[in-house]
């Protein structure tokens, strides 16, 4: 398990905003990504889900086994797709908070803890409309952690999923091989734990 370096502590908007300041992007990323999040953390309601121009705020994590070997992936119901663990902040400015919450929702899993409190990848992408909520064609202002497994548990479908599977690093951006973005997190977390 990746070491800490900092205590876990909650966080609002301005340690948010000192955290993606110090967000260094690699190739592959947009230089002008975390300049889109700070400006949009400048809006009140930019933790809320229906901030849709031009997002909001979300929180997710990629789930490792305790022995940091495999990933857990999720089976998307509704984008139909695998994908990494996360949701909406539903007002929360603790992000880290977030992917935790959503992480322990979306695997049933609850024998979980950060592998770093720091962000290890942010991302914007569009998330298509969605005439039965509502909600028009907007973006997702993705900040990604790492979690871990503290002990064996057995993972639970959500009703947001059609399946979990544990994948090895590469099984899971061979899952989803026109996802750069879930690519580049793999990535780097695969650097990050090595």
Sequence with gaps: MIGTQKEMKTVNRDDLITELKSYSPIQGEDITCVDRFIYLLQSDRCFYR????????????L??????????????????????????CDGEEDVLAVAIRE???????????????DIIDIDIHEIPANAKKDEPEHCHY???????MTGEQDAVISDESLALKWMTFDEA??????????ERLVNKTRERIS
Excluded: C
């Excluded at 993705?142 to 871990?148: A, E, F, K, L, T």
């Excluded at 061979?174 to 879930?182: E, F, G, I, V, Y």
């Design 142 to 148: 993705d900040i990604r952690y790492i979690m871990q």
């Design 50 to 61: 229906d901030h849709f121009e031009p997002g909001h705020i979300t929180g997710s994590a």
């Design 63 to 88: 789930l490792l086994n305790v022995t940091g070997n495999q990933i857990l992936m999720n089976h998307h119901k509704s984008l139909n797709m695998w994908l990494n663990f996360g949701g909406h």
């Design 103 to 117: 992480t322990m929702e979306e695997s049933g899993i609850t024998a979980i803890k950060p592998a770093t409190p």
């Design 173 to 182: 951006i061979a899952a989803s091989p026109n996802d750069k973005t879930l």
